[in-house]
């Protein structure tokens, strides 16, 4: 019923900058809080940044500064805006979202595949 779609990823140099958009498609009625986490090679999977449907936001003290989270919620639509990358940012990204669908009407998570994000030294 709800797809989380992620772009945006890629290999960059340390310094670089990237955005990545996650869109979200389907039968929704609305979104609530978007997320974004990260995982990297051997390490669990952490949160990065989250966003809530009325633009209060929160990130991880590793990113703070250098990240922006913000979302476009007439195209159901998160981003996150990455800059002076770092070595230790190379992961996985996955986006997260509280979706209501029009179908049930009730708060339910979806997940996005993830887009691969590397920075290199």
């Known amino acids: 019923q709800v797809q989380l779609v992620e772009s945006g990823g890629g290999l960059v140099q340390s310094g670089g900058s990237l955005r990545l958009s996650c869109a979200a498609s389907?039968?929704?009625?609305?979104?609530?809080?978007m997320v974004w986490y990260r995982q990297a090679p051997g390490k669990q999977r952490e949160l990065v940044s989250s966003?809530?449907?009325?633009?209060?936001?929160n990130y991880t003290d590793s990113v703070k500064v250098r990240f922006t989270i913000y979302r476009v919620n007439a195209k159901y639509t998160v981003y996150l805006q990455m800059n002076s990358l770092k070595p230790e940012d190379t992961a996985v990204y996955y986006c997260n979202a509280g979706v209501v669908t029009w179908s049930t009407m009730k708060n339910a998570d979806y997940w996005g595949k993830g887009t691969l994000v590397t920075v290199s030294s």
């Open positions: 389907g039968t929704i009625f609305s979104i609530n809080t």
């Open positions: 966003i809530t449907r009325g633009g209060s936001t």
